[in-house]
């Protein structure tokens, strides 16, 4: 069955990095393309970063464009967030996603929280 296995989460101060992993497996990775969604506590889920199935397309959320990055690695089944700059309001637990077969299954969610 389709698994997505989210890590990298932590404490980490305002203006400093987390890089989240998200190891997938069951379905054709690398025919698909990957989310990361974020929820913050009382907030619907929204979606940060997209990357196309070969990851020469990628889109943002205007929230973080410039200092997220989303990338892959389809020899790894792996999908990544590479997270700079940080602010409080990034605080949430962020998800990884795919659609496949007309199913979306996400995985169990990473805790990021930023605070001094």
């Known amino acids: 069955q389709v698994q997505l296995v989210e890590s990298g989460g932590g404490l980490v101060q305002p203006g400093g990095s987390l890089r989240l992993s998200c190891a997938a497996s069951?379905?054709?990775?690398?025919?698909?393309?990957m989310n990361w969604y974020r929820q913050a506590a009382g907030k619907e889920r929204e979606l940060v970063a997209a990357?196309?199935?070969?990851?020469?397309?990628?889109n943002y959320a205007d929230s973080v464009k410039g200092r997220f990055t989303i990338s892959r690695d389809n020899a790894k089944n792996t999908v990544y967030l590479q997270m700079n700059s940080l602010k409080p309001e990034d605080t949430a637990v962020y998800y990884c996603?795919?659609?496949?077969?007309?199913?979306?299954?996400w995985g169990q969610g990473t805790q990021v929280t930023v605070s001094s």
């Open positions: 996603n795919v659609v496949w077969r007309s199913n979306r299954y």
């Open positions: 069951g379905f054709p990775f690398s025919w698909y393309d």
């Open positions: 990357i196309s199935s070969a990851g020469g397309s990628t």
